[in-house]
């Protein structure tokens, strides 16, 4: 039996804050965009400080579970893949404050450091030691 190899991907914009006062948009969207970043801001913090101890402790808890978007991100900021993450900037001095919060952003996930492995079905493993 010929190996399957499969992959996941995943591309996530997550377009910046939603500030009502500069967009002119109040609503239920607006609020649930800011929690999901906040809840994200709170997982990078929580990975890249464990890293930066050099311990992962089993009792550090880490968020995940706060939003939809972590959730589906676990894989990908904790887990065993590869993460990259893109920041667009500004270079009008009118988002100075939303550049360094973006930069500030991305420095903290860059502290975060998976190990890529190979994630291996246990039970596609015993279909081919029973066709051998």
Do not use: W
Not at 25 to 46: D, P, W
């Amino acid at each position: 039996m010929k190996e399957v190899v499969s992959s996941k991907l995943q591309l996530v914009d997550l377009a910046g804050s939603e500030r009502t006062h500069l967009t002119g948009v109040k609503n239920k969207e607006s609020i649930e965009i800011n929690k999901s970043l906040f809840v994200l801001r709170n997982v990078i913090k929580a990975l890249a400080s464990q890293l930066k101890d050099n311990k992962a402790r089993a009792k550090d808890f880490i968020p995940y579970r706060d939003s939809k978007l972590t959730s589906l991100l676990k894989q990908s900021l904790g887990g065993s893949s590869y993460t990259l993450m893109i920041a667009c900037l500004s270079p009008s001095d009118l988002y100075i404050d939303e550049t360094v919060s973006t930069l500030k952003y991305a420095t903290k996930a860059n502290c975060i450091q998976n190990k890529p492995m190979k994630n291996v079905d246990e039970k596609v493993l015993i279909i081919q030691e029973l066709q051998l």
